[in-house]
């Protein structure tokens, strides 16, 4: 079930508590022209499916792909022009968004090569080690 965002339900996805889909959304960062699409092809071809019909629903999309193959999840934000290209912006998604597995994150993280490399080095910078 999709939260509605005028009852202040705290119930968030896939059943995490916490902050409500409207305050995640607020808090992620964006492009500047949200409805603008890429047309690079992708490895994924449920990438390029229809709209849905908000940013919440959007995103409560982007975690169930996240959740069964990562990079489609984010792909999946990264076509729809949710979510920039780039490796900072990745990680904040990563790290502020609720309902992602953990298990994912890390194959996330892990995997070898530039791009994922360098999410992982922004992810890092965003905890606070000091203490």
């Known amino acids: ?25 607020s808090q992620l960062p964006s492009c500047s022209n949200p409805t603008e699409a890429s047309a690079a092809p992708n490895d994924s ?3 390029f499916a ?3 019909a908000s ?25 729809r022009g949710f979510l920039r290209d780039d490796p900072a912006s990745t990680a904040r998604f990563l790290r502020s ?10 194959d996330y993280l892990g995997e070898r090569g530039d791009p994922n490399e360098k999410v992982l080095a ?8 000091a203490g």
């Open 45 to 47: 071809a449920d990438c």
């Open 55 to 79: 940013y919440e629903q959007e995103l409560l999309v982007a975690v169930r792909k996240f959740n069964v193959k990562p990079r489609h999840g984010v792909a999946y934000l990264q076509d």
């Open 97 to 106: 968004t609720k309902g992602l597995s953990k298990r994912m994150l890390g």
């Open 1 to 25: 079930s999709i939260p509605n965002r005028d009852s202040g339900d705290s119930e968030c996805v896939n059943g995490v508590r916490g902050q409500n889909v409207s305050e995640q959304c």
């Open 122 to 129: 922004e992810y890092v910078r965003l905890f606070n080690f």
């Open 50 to 52: 229809p709209p849905v």
